[in-house]
């Protein structure tokens, strides 16, 4: 069975830095596009990064320069460095999997975690 689950959420303050891990079992994350998105209450869920199953990695405008992903070498797990985090509102950040070429469009990944909660405030 596929699982993903998330840690590495908590609260910073304003320009402080989080590294996010999602940790798969039941796969090895190099055979799956992974990616990162995260969701504020009454929000849609917005893609944030991904890293495709050939190594290729894509972020939101808006997290570029600050937030850097990365896939470990036995290819279980993939993490998300987040710095220089700005204030705004609580979000739950999830990971999620596909074995189709990786994209930050929600509709594309068929397996998710349950999330890590992530609130920047000072």
């Known amino acids: 069975q596929l699982q993903l689950v998330e840690s590495g959420g908590g609260l910073v303050q304003p320009g402080g830095s989080l590294r996010l891990s999602c940790l798969a079992s039941?796969?090895?994350?190099?055979?799956?596009?992974i990616a990162w998105f995260r969701q504020a209450p009454g929000k849609e869920r917005e893609g944030v990064s991904y890293i495709s199953r050939t190594g290729r990695i894509g972020y939101a405008d808006s997290v570029k320069g600050r937030f850097t992903i990365s896939r470990d070498n036995a290819k279980i797990a993939v993490y998300l460095q987040m710095n220089s985090l700005n204030p705004e509102a609580p979000a739950v950040y999830y990971c999620a999997a596909t074995t189709d070429w990786g994209s930050l469009r929600v509709g594309e990944y068929d397996y998710w975690g349950q999330g890590t909660q992530v609130t920047v405030s000072a």
């Open positions: 039941g796969f090895t994350t190099g055979y799956y596009s």
